[in-house]
């Protein structure tokens, strides 16, 4: 009906493009291990396909390390003993393995032949959603960067609307030149799925972030304590949130049809209609 997997993947990848402007790898493998490792080796806008059988011939060639638990330690461990691809791994006897590592070497044997029986868990909720970027180059303009931020704060407000949510928790991510990174952040008096509401707490935030005078790397702003809609109005203010939601249902419903880009705020649009930001960090 859709064309196979590799239409399918087509079609995901380019509505992720036209719809959020960020690329996207997509793997399609027999198990959760494979398909982690090939979409990392896929990025940063891939489609890798491994058949069924030829999971172990895919991993042999890589690193060691890139493989899913494989952690300093372990990987300096099986450096020592001359291990340095996972074909490697997947040779090394298995007496060897539990005298290195005890029972571990059972799951690190499985691992390297790319054998695993993870369950695909398809629906959960997210305990936080947020949204950074780094910058091309270390930026002292706090003016640039609050038009950054208020992007940033958009788009974490929109996803949380699509997943029916409300957040309690504001946080602001600074990383400064010295690669040092500070979070700041505000509980609210009651869950929010409005941008008004964190702008709010956001206009606490950024003077704490802006209190040291250097360059800034990375911003990033974050909502978390997430409920499912189930708030309650305020006695007072009641009439002006309720604007606020109309107002933002009509907008998401815009962006649905047209894509996110198309309407924004005015201090979100002085970055110009097509934002293109370094290295955007979308994660839940």
Known sequence: ?????????????????????????????????????????????????????????????LAIRKLPGIGPKTGESLESL??????????????????????MGYALRRTARGISTSQV????????????????EDVLDWVHIEQVLQYLMER???????????????TLKVRYTDFSTYTFAKTLEGAT???????????????????RRARVRLIGVGVSQLSHNQHQMHLFGRERSEKWERALESVDRVRERHGFEYLRSGKSMALGRDVKLSTPSLSK
Do not use: H, W
């Open 1 to 61: 009906v859709f064309g196979g997997e590799e239409a399918m993947a087509e079609f995901i990848r380019s509505e992720i493009r036209r719809e959020r402007k960020l690329p996207c790898t997509v793997a399609i493998t027999p198990n959760k291990l494979v398909s982690k490792v090939a979409s990392d080796e896929g990025k940063p806008d891939g489609y890798v396909r491994v058949a069924a059988g030829d999971e172990a011939a895919f991993l042999a060639p």
């Open 82 to 103: 001359g291990v340095l691809t996972v074909g490697q791994l997947a040779a090394l006897p298995l007496e060897t393995l539990l005298g290195a590592f005890g029972q």
């Open 121 to 136: 868990e398809v629906e959960r909720t997210p305990k936080s959603i947020s949204r950074e970027t780094t910058f091309r």
């Open 156 to 170: 974490v407000m929109y996803t949380l609307r699509e997943e029916g949510m409300e957040a309690r928790r504001v």
């Open 193 to 211: 799925c409005l941008d008004q509401d964190v702008v709010e707490a956001l206009r606490e935030l950024v003077p704490k972030g802006k209190a």
